[in-house]
Every structure is written in structure tokens, then in C-alpha cells.
């Protein structure tokens, strides 16, 4: 069988050191392995396959769109496109809105920053997002990203990005310990920014609402005052929920946690879209902002946008979280999750704190001192302990997403309770293997 290990260059990764395994089929939550294994996925891949792998539902509609219609470029009409739209629109309560497909997460974000430029006629407008984000790995993104890896790459000034620092509760951000406060003041320090900056020269706020791969899940009163802030302000917010979207966080979409009183102006979807079964993504517009954008011309687009097949598996997708409840699956098996965890952290000192929960994403820190919060390893360096622990769970046949000193809990929504349970209790295991003198 071929093998990618001397042809490919590999993503996120140093190429002489890449050793993944081959995959060459799934089921559930389970992926087959080349090698004959089979491995429960307490990830969801890239936090993207919420509906598990190869989703016959999805699987089938990506096979009868192929035998009408494969491609038609976006700028004419496909009947998938629309009845997705439509779906999009009613599931986020955003009525007279419209969509904008995308390929992906990234190039939803960076479009999103484009329609609030243009529909607030700031076309240098800044846009104010947080350290410790993760917005995608194009230019722009990197530069709309606070993300410690790609800091060097992108300059965020030269992209008219501001960032303030996050909501960070666990490690004091800004002097407080109290995550109420902590949410309080880290939302000050975005009105200050756009304050500063001075509202009529800054177009939108971009933040993750909820989940994020750098693990920061924000106090419950911070999207809340993001909102108020920028409502008063008359700055736009965009909710960056390719993470968060679709189940992960107990909701279709994570600010819905806050009702009405968190809907943002646009939002940016990708992963769960399709469960990853096709690449897409997109920009869900508010009745304002696509109402400004009626009359004026759109200088944007790439060749795939809202390409048939993956608008077909996006509608499959959607129908499949609704007629199997995953949203709500998610919800209740988030509970049990943050349970399970925090009770690992009472046997467990290398665990510092445990974060999420709100649907089936949780974080775990793990800390050289828990009294004093000292992070095991400098961010964002994984501690060599916390790779051969990813390593033993591997061989033991659970696959763990670990960044930095976190480990990331988002497994698909489809997964069996009998299987989170058996993942959980191999998690303990290994903690006590891997850290024995912090349990
Ligand atoms: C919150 C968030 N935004 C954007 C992206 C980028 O999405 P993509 O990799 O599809 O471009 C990601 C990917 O992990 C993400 O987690």
C-alpha cells in the first residue's frame, strides 16, 4: 500500500517526524486503520467529524447529488445550495439573512471580515479579536488569530487587526481569579480597544464564542457583554463558530446558549457543516447586514464556493443532527463528560482545571503546581509526558487531541456512551502512569 510519509508535506508538523497512521475507513466514532486497527476518535479528527465517519445518510446524498450534478460555478444557482441556505437561516433564527459559501473555515472569516467592512463602509475598518484565538492558517488569519505558533508570520497591524487579551480566568487575566469579573473586565478591554481605535474606524469584533482549539473557554458573561459593547457601539460581531457549531457546544450554534441577547451580526461555519464529510464553509449574514450589502457589488468568490456536493452533504448533515437529536445528545453526554473529568481531577494534581462541558468539548490543563497554577510546559510546548501519554492511548487503540499542556475532549456526537465511558477510564489510567507523582 503507498504511504504518504516521503511524498507528502504534511500540515502542522515537522516533516522527518511525521508518523500518522493511515486510515482507510471509519464507522461512528471508530476510524479503521491500515495497519487493521480500529481507533475510537476522542477528537473528531480536527474537532470536525461531529457526525462521526462516513455517515451513511451523508455518504448517500453525496452519491445521489453526484449522479445529477456535480459542479456549478457560484455564481449560478444549485438546488442544494439553496434548501442549505434556507436550513442555515432557520436553524440560527437568522430570518431575512442571507449565506455566503466558502471552501472552508478560513476563507469564511476572512470574507466575514469583508462584509463588515463593506457593509459598514469601513473598508479599512479594524477588527478587534483576542490572543490565545485561533481564526484559521491563511495570512489573514494568522494575522486575525492570537495564536503563539504563527505569531511570526503575520503582522496584525498590516491586516487592520487589533487584539486584546482573552478571557483567560484559570491564569488571573486581568488580576482576577473570579471568572465573572475576569469576563467583566476582558470585555472592558474591548470597548476600550474600540474606544481607543474610535468606533467610526472599527468595522467588526471576531471571537470564538465558546470552544476553541486553545482551550480558553470564555466566562458565561463575556459573549453576552461582547455583545452589549458592540450593539452600543455600532461595531459589528462576528462569531467565529467553525469550532463551536453544530452540537459541540450543546447548541446549533454556541451563542444561541445566550438566546437572543447573543446573536451575533454574522457568523462563520465550516466543520460540522458537513461533519466533514465534504470541505465547506460559510457566512451566515443578519437581515442588516445583507440588507446593506443588496445594492452594492461583491468583489469576492473562489471557483468552489458552495460547491453542489458539498451543499448536498451540508443538508444531509443538518438533517441528520435533527432526526438523530444530536444536539441534544450532545448536551447531556457534555454533562457526563465534565463530570467524569472533574472527578479525574480529584484524583489527579497534574490536572489544574477542567473547562467546557456545555455539550460534548471539554479541556483538560494539566499544571506542574496546582497551588500555584504553573503550567507543566511553556505554551505552546506539549510536555514530553503528555506526547507518550497521546502515544499509549493510541496503541491502546483512543485517539486524544492534545495542544500544549491541554488535552482536548471533542468526540463525534454519535459516540456510543459505552465507549466515552471505557475512553475516560483509559484517560484516568494513563494519567496515573504518566504522572504518578502529581496523582
Ligand atoms: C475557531 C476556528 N476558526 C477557524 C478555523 C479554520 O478553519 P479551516 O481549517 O477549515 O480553515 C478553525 C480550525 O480549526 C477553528 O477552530
Known amino acids: 500500500m503507498a504511504s504518504e510519509h516521503d511524498s507528502v508535506l504534511h500540515s502542522w508538523c515537522v516533516q522527518s517526524q511525521w508518523q500518522a497512521p493511515t486510515v482507510v475507513g471509519g464507522s461512528g466514532a471508530h476510524l479503521q486503520l491500515a495497519d487493521g486497527r480500529r481507533i475510537l476518535d476522542m477528537s473528531s479528527l480536527a474537532e470536525c467529524s461531529n457526525l462521526g465517519h462516513q455517515h451513511p445518510a451523508i455518504v448517500r446524498a ?40 466558502t471552501l472552508a473555515g478560513a476563507d469564511a472569516n476572512e470574507n466575514a471580515v469583508k462584509f463588515a467592512r463593506q457593509a459598514s463602509g ?46 483567560y480566568a484559570y491564569h488571573g487575566a486581568f488580576g482576577s481569579h473570579d471568572a465573572m469579573s475576569c469576563g467583566e473586565r476582558a470585555v472592558e478591554a474591548v470597548a476600550t480597544a474600540i474606544d481607543h481605535e474610535g468606533a467610526d474606524k472599527v468595522a467588526a469584533v471576531m471571537m ?15 459573549w453576552p457583554g461582547l455583545r452589549e459593547a458592540t450593539r452600543a457601539r455600532h461595531v459589528a460581531l462576528i462569531a467565529d463558530e467553525v469550532m463551536s457549531g453544530f452540537g459541540r457546544c450543546g447548541e446549533w450554534f454556541a451563542w444561541q446558549r445566550y438566546g437572543d441577547a447573543g446573536k451575533p451580526d454574522l457568523m462563520t461555519l465550516a466543520k460540522g457543516l458537513t461533519g466533514a464529510h465534504l470541505p465547506l464553509g460559510a457566512v451566515v449574514l443578519s437581515k442588516d447586514i445583507a440588507a446593506r450589502l443588496e445594492h452594492q457589488m461583491l468583489y469576492t468568490g473562489l471557483t468552489y464556493c458552495g460547491h453542489p456536493l458539498s451543499c448536498a452533504a451540508g443538508l444531509a ?14 448536551r447531556t453526554l457534555g454533562k457526563t463528560l465534565f463530570a467524569e473529568l472533574q472527578a479525574m481531577q480529584s484524583r489527579h494534581s497534574v490536572i489544574g482545571d477542567v473547562r467546557g462541558g456545555h455539550g460534548l468539548f471539554a479541556v483538560i490543563e494539566l499544571v506542574a503546581d496546582r497551588a500555584t497554577r504553573e503550567p507543566l510546559s511553556p505554551w505552546p510546548r506539549t510536555p514530553d509526558a503528555l506526547n ?28 456510543g456512551e459505552q465507549d466515552l465511558a471505557d475512553a475516560l477510564i483509559l484517560l484516568d489510567r494513563l494519567l496515573t502512569l504518566f504522572f504518578p507523582s502529581a496523582s
Not at 208 to 222: F, L, M, R, S
Open 62 to 101: 453525496i452519491r445521489e447529488q453526484a449522479e445529477h450534478l456535480c459542479f456549478v460555478t457560484s455564481a449560478w444557482g444549485a438546488q442544494p445550495r439553496a434548501e442549505l441556505a434556507e436550513a442555515i437561516l432557520e436553524k440560527a433564527g437568522f430570518d431575512g439573512g442571507r449565506v455566503f459559501f
Open 122 to 167: 469601513k473598508p479599512h475598518g479594524a477588527i478587534v479579536t483576542r490572543d490565545r484565538s485561533y481564526h484559521g492558517a491563511s495570512y489573514a488569519c494568522m494575522a486575525l488569530s492570537g495564536d503563539a505558533r504563527t505569531r511570526a508570520q503575520a503582522d496584525p497591524a498590516s491586516f487592520g487587526v487589533l487584539h486584546v487579551p482573552p478571557p
Open 208 to 222: 470564538e464564542p465558546n470552544a476553541g482549539t486553545n482551550g480558553i473557554v470564555a466566562p458565561d458573561n463575556y
Open 317 to 330: 448533515a443538518l438533517r441528520a443532527y435533527e432526526q438523530e437529536n444530536l444536539i441534544e445528545r450532545s
Open 388 to 415: 507518550a501519554l497521546v502515544d499509549a492511548a493510541m496503541a491502546d487503540g483512543v485517539s486524544f487531541a492534545c495542544r500544549g499542556n491541554l488535552i482536548l475532549l471533542a468526540p463525534p456526537l454519535v459516540i
